[in-house]
């Protein structure tokens, strides 16, 4: 077997690992599981990493095997919570759940002739286990004060006025059985998932050794940071998903093409499958013209392109060059309010694009884009006036409900950078 271990270490998603965890896996081809929460109908950024955890687990000849939890998912999992979550029903949960088996299809591969990922939700044995029977086979295993020294449970026990409910306390329990129940059907002896799950991945270890007698691991990757110190996939219009109708791609690009330097190098080894040679190249670039940003570019296009395929990456690029004067024909109505969604906005009635049309001069001062009529009269005369990325050549052009994209939107822009969005209303 290839050394995994190796390729997780310089691309920066080993954390920790249990003892023997390298050589068992290297010494032939294992099944390993990472678990996802069904707390939405799509997973989001900060998913990406349990997912390249297990694509780089098939890559190395090793059989992954995404968990979506149907099952905990009604539970919740306290770690990196400060407070109690909301309880899910069980409709909402398999229906997430389907959702998220699609985005999972787009980074593994279910039908590979050796070691294909094999989809299990956890739904299918706990919604079948009865109380009596859980408590007598699973519950004795465990000691509630050894409980009570995970760092999830006791972050929740030391916030006095949120505590912890025995609902969210008995997770671990679910998710140390999800090891051994995966242990009986798929031979599973590896979990893999964020450092914050170091305590339920152990129990689970433990569990497996009591009750077969055999050896299960764990590998932890890190819990991502900016270099500025912000948790990682959260901007300010809040979390970046997966989904195109919850964070389209250009969104989703922009996200990736404004990191910072340093975290888009650190993100070439976490969310692509570039060669550490690659990536070196890329630092080398970085350096030589820092302003070209060589990185930021190479980890935009690969990440866009695997969630969201050549298609999804072609429209984020012209919705970026877009906002930088590019062409904005074919882009949609939905599509171009979301590219400047942040721009200065105004409105104008449809009446007044109806006919003839408005003149250009009346619209460019009625936007606000100038001052008045005569600065329009000249901007146009200096060539420096464009209605959905054309230029007005003409003083006396006029602009009709036929040039408004979808019927929608008109975008003016002033010189290169001036842009306003006029919403047609009415």
Not at 161 to 166: A, E
């Amino acid at each position: 077997m290839s050394d995994l271990i190796a390729e997780l270490r310089w691309r920066g998603l080993l954390q920790d690992m249990s003892e023997g965890a390298a050589a068992h896996l290297a010494s032939g081809a294992r099944a390993g599981y990472a678990g996802f929460d069904p707390t939405a109908p799509s997973l989001h950024v900060g998913s990406l990493l349990p997912i390249m955890g297990l694509v780089h687990l098939q890559r190395h000849g090793h059989h992954p095997i995404p968990v979506v939890g149907g099952g905990t998912g009604l539970i919740g999992d306290p770690s990196g919570k400060s407070e109690e979550r909301q309880l899910l029903s069980a409709e909402l949960a398999s229906a997430n759940t389907e959702a998220i088996r699609v985005q999972l299809e787009r980074f593994l591969d279910f039908d590979a002739t050796k070691n294909p990922a094999r989809m299990r939700n956890n739904l299918d044995w706990l919604g079948e286990i009865r109380m009596v029977d859980f408590l007598r086979d699973t519950g004795k295993h465990f000691r509630v004060n050894d409980m009570l020294r995970k760092e999830s449970v006791r972050r929740r026990l030391e916030t006095e006025d949120v505590g912890i409910s025995y609902t969210e306390f008995s997770y671990l329990l679910l998710q140390a059985y999800d090891f051994l129940e995966l242990h009986r059907r798929d031979g599973c002896t590896l979990q893999i998932g964020g450092s914050d799950q170091w305590g339920n991945i152990t129990a689970g270890i433990d569990l497996i050794r009591r009750v077969t007698g055999a050896q299960a691991h764990g590998v932890v990757f890190p819990l991502l940071t900016t270099s500025s110190g912000t948790k990682f996939g959260k901007t300010e219009a809040g979390t970046v998903w997966l989904d195109a109708k919850r964070t389209s791609p250009f969104r989703f690009y922009q996200f990736w093409i404004n990191a910072a330097d340093e975290d888009a190098l650190r993100y070439l080894g976490l969310f692509t499958l570039l060669g550490q040679a690659e990536v070196a190249g890329l630092q080398e670039a970085a350096t030589a013209d820092p302003g070209a940003r060589h990185t930021q570019k190479a980890l935009a296009e690969e990440v866009t392109r695997r969630v969201h395929g050549e298609d999804g990456l072609g429209r984020a690029r012209q919705a970026t060059a877009a906002l930088f004067g590019g062409e904005l024909e074919g882009l949609s109505a939905d599509e171009i309010a979301d590219i400047f969604a942040d721009v200065l906005s105004s409105e104008v009635e449809r009446g007044r694009l109806t006919g003839e049309g408005i003149a250009a001069v009346d619209l460019l001062a009625g936007s606000g884009l100038v001052p008045s009529k005569g600065e329009a009269r000249r901007s146009i005369e200096g060539g420096g006036i464009y209605v959905n990325g054309r230029r007005v050549d003409d003083v006396d052009a006029r602009i009709t409900i036929a040039q408004a994209v979808e019927g929608r939107f008109l975008v003016l822009r002033k010189g290169k950078k001036n842009y306003q969005l006029v919403r047609v209303v009415g």
